[in-house]
């Protein structure tokens, strides 16, 4: 079991009142399995996904990630799991300006202190089709060629785990195709585990899983 949840609960303050954000959110997922979260606006989605990634707390309730008690860990111990098991791809792409596309993927490797970090960062820029713009800054491709950077990125750094918001969310609906086709075969020939948010119905589809949210509870 790559991911297992239990009884989630978030809660925030507001006022004198507290906001239930989720509530009584459980599920699982096994290892190379694919699961999309789906749900209107304002019903959880992108938090959960943040705790799930370890990028925020729950009020309440149980995440295992990759055996590990996400749960019991603090700031520092959620930051070295991220680093070790976890790869990211943010709807905002969070590509770092000053660098170039082949150093923005290599950056999480070299990180991570990995063997190669260019040569995988190459061949997974050529996988997403990008061999020619690796050293072209972000500022110098288009919001498709960003967000398969961000993708390349999130792979190369062998994560356990992919976590991804709304990837197709700023794309036209070719760049939103080529996105999500890359999302689902590179994942299966890495083999790891890929969790998505989306209001895409075609790339919600293609997961083995997929669980709708409503007001933060899990809807049939």
Known sequence: MILEVNKLRKEVSSGDNKLVILDDVSFNLL?????????????????LLGLLAGLDTATSGEIYLNGEALHE?????????????????????????SLTALENVML?????????????????????????????????????????VAIARAFACSAKILFADEPTGNLD????????????????????????VTHDHDLADRCDKKINLKLGKIVE
């Open 108 to 148: 999480p490797s070299e990180l991570k202190d990995e063997d190669e970090p260019e040569e995988r960062a190459k061949y997974f820029l050529d996988r997403v089709g990008l061999k020619e713009r690796e050293h072209h800054y972000p500022n110098q491709l288009s919001g498709g060629e960003q967000q398969r």
């Open 173 to 196: 609906p070719k760049n939103g195709k080529m996105v999500s086709d890359l999302l689902f075969e590179v994942n299966s020939e890495t083999d790891n585990a890929l969790v998505v």
């Open 31 to 47: 290892e190379g399995q694919s699961l999309a979260i789906t749900g209107p606006s304002g019903s959880g989605k992108s938090t």
């Open 73 to 97: 860990l603090d700031e520092e111990q959620r930051a070295l799991l991220r680093k070790e098991k976890v790869g990211f791809v943010f709807q905002s792409f969070e590509l770092l300006p």
